[in-house]
């Protein structure tokens, strides 16, 4: 538990700072990735982000050696709530009402999650079949990186309305949460007692190349996603598609059983319902673009008297 509300911590700071640093740069953009990372490693603040983030990666390592993966991700969703503070208070960012239900209704559906969660069933496996693991998480990245291409596709029309983040964030999430399964995996093959055996392991398995993978590609595309969108819309989205990615096929791969009683099982299939809905009724464009991309507005011409 300590470690899950570590990792949530690192994690809303490391967004915020990263988010803060990406608003004083350059438009960036993932046909140009090699320009973005220039960039990026260029700025103290952004680098500062990343280290934050790379601490609480290394936070969720040790939470998933003692925790169920439904148990860890709601545990996870819970740092939402630090992320809205920083955003507002770092960012100057403002959520509207309806965007505010929303992330209301998305705590209130992981905290079914938890609630559901009983430690004396409950069984931590580290285990699953890497043929089911890639089954499961070569579609999700092939969706992910489709879908943010469509959404930067619509982006470039300058007629569209000005997107809130949520098709970015969807897509994101989709790699984070194939990132979340592999890190899983990692902290299955960590062991002190035959380290040699551990890396050989490791190295066979599919994990450590998921995670080249969707840290080069999770990396560009969230900066990207970052400069265009507000943190505090973003990145709730992204971390309820991982959450219930994980948490859904993470639980069937490893083979982590679902509650055998009734209401535990109600209140962890309920509170997946629910998060979906809310994720699928999250308003998708805002009223006004932000107005460090807003394109001016066309010079009126005189008519003739």
Partial sequence: MAAALLANALYSTGFVLEKRALTAMPQVTVREPLKLLRQVVGSPLWIAGSLSLAAGFAAQLAVYRTLPIAAAQGIFVSGLVLLVLL??????????????????????????VVLSLDERTDTVSQQAPYALVLTICLPALAAGVGLYRSAERRARHRHRLPTTGVEYGVAVGLLYGVSSLAI????????????????????????????LFTGAFG???????????????????????????????GTLSFGESLPDDPLRLTLRLSGTVLAVAVLLSMPKHDTQAPSAHRPPSPAKESTPP
């Fill in 219 to 249: 990396l560009v595309m969230s900066q990207a996603a970052l400069q265009r969108c507000r943190a505090s819309l973003i990145v709730p989205v992204c971390t309820t598609v991982t959450c219930l990615f994980t948490a859904v096929l």
């Fill in 184 to 211: 899983k995996g990692v902290s299955s093959h960590l062991t002190t007692s035959d380290l040699g055996d551990a890396v050989v392991g490791l190295l066979r398995s599919p994990y450590p190349y998921l995670l």
């Fill in 87 to 112: 955003s507002a208070r770092l960012l100057g960012e403002e959520t509207t009402g309806r965007e505010r239900y929303a992330l209301g209704a998305i705590l209130a559906a992981l905290l079914m």
